[in-house]
Structures are given as structure tokens and as C-alpha cells.
């Protein structure tokens, strides 16, 4: 019975740490949610979304920019961010953009003054790039997959074979 209650114990860590590997999956945004990257209602509004929704923005994580009409997409400096300065790059909606290293990012839309009405935000990656890359990530929810499928046969031949 002890045996069995142990076994019992070491499936429910090997769930747990399956469980902890599907977190760590990267995670896409999609920025403004339903209202895209646009000139928004007020000037607090992407502020607000990042502050909401990028707290556990982790390296490995995107954003997807989606829009219709005339935006950009710009990453710029905290400067240029404070001083919504216009730079010049572009892109076709929808754009996926990676954060390639941990630390923060500033954005912006650098089209007439949509920076100054609000069309901006900044956010901070975390996550140290010690962490398995995303390939190495699915064949560890792989090997964690077998060990619970193991373990969980073990249990049962042990379980039939005590009775
Ligand atoms: C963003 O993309 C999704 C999926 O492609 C689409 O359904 C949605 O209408 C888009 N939103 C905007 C604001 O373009
Ligand atoms: C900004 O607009 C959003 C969406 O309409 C709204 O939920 C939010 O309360 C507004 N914030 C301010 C400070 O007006
Ligand atoms: C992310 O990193 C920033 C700066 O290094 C830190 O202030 C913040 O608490 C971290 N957030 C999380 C969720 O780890
Ligand atoms: C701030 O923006 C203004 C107008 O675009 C520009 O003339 C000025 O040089 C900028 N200042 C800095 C420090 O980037
Ligand atoms: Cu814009």
C-alpha cells in the first residue's frame, strides 16, 4: 500500500511538471485586442492594454500587429518613445514581431500624430535566455508525456500484480 501511495505521489509531480512545460509555451498578443493597432479612444488605451496584458511577457513570446489603413509599426528608443520622434520603417499589417532579448521595448506608431494620440506602448521581456527554445520546449512536454505514461503503466502492473 505505501508503495503504491508513492507511486501515486510521483504521478501527480510528473503532471505537474508537464503542466509547468505547457506554461512555458510561447504566447502570441494580439495587440489592442479587438481594436487592433489603430488610433485609439484615448491616450491611456494601449498603455493600459500593455499594463493589463504583457506583465508575464516572456522571451520567446510575440506580438501580432494587426490594422487596416495607414499605421506602423516602430521600435524605438525610450527617447524617442517619450518624444514620439518620427523614424523611418515600415511594415504590412499583420505584422508578428519577436522580442529577440530580454529587457524593455518601446512602440510606437510614427504615422502624422497618432504617437501623440496614444498609439504607443512599452513593455518589459522577462524569462533569461537560459530557457529551453521553443523546439527543445515540445520535446521536453514530449519526455514529460512518456514519464507519465510510464510511470502511470508501472502503477498499474504494480497495482495488478499486488492484488
Ligand atoms: C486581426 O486579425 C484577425 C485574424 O486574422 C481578424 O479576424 C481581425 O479582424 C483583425 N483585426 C483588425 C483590427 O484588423
Ligand atoms: C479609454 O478607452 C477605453 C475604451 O473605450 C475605456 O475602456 C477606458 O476607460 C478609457 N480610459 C479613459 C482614461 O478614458
Ligand atoms: C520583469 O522584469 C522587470 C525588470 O527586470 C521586473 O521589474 C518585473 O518585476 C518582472 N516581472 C515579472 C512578472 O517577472
Ligand atoms: C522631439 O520631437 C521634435 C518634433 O518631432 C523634434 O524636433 C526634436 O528634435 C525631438 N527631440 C528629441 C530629443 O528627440
Ligand atoms: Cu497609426
Redesign the pocket.
Known sequence: MGSRMGLIGWLVIVVAILQLRGATAETVY?V?D?????VPPNTSYYSTWATTNLQTFLLGDSL?F???GTHIVAEVSKADYDNCTKVSSGSA??FKFTPPTVGSYYIICTVDDHCERGQKFSFTVNGSSAEPPTSAASSLTLSALFAVMSTTFIYLFLGLSLN
Open positions: 494580439t489592442g479587438s481594436l487592433g493597432w489603430a501580432e494587426n490594422w487596416t499589417s499583420p
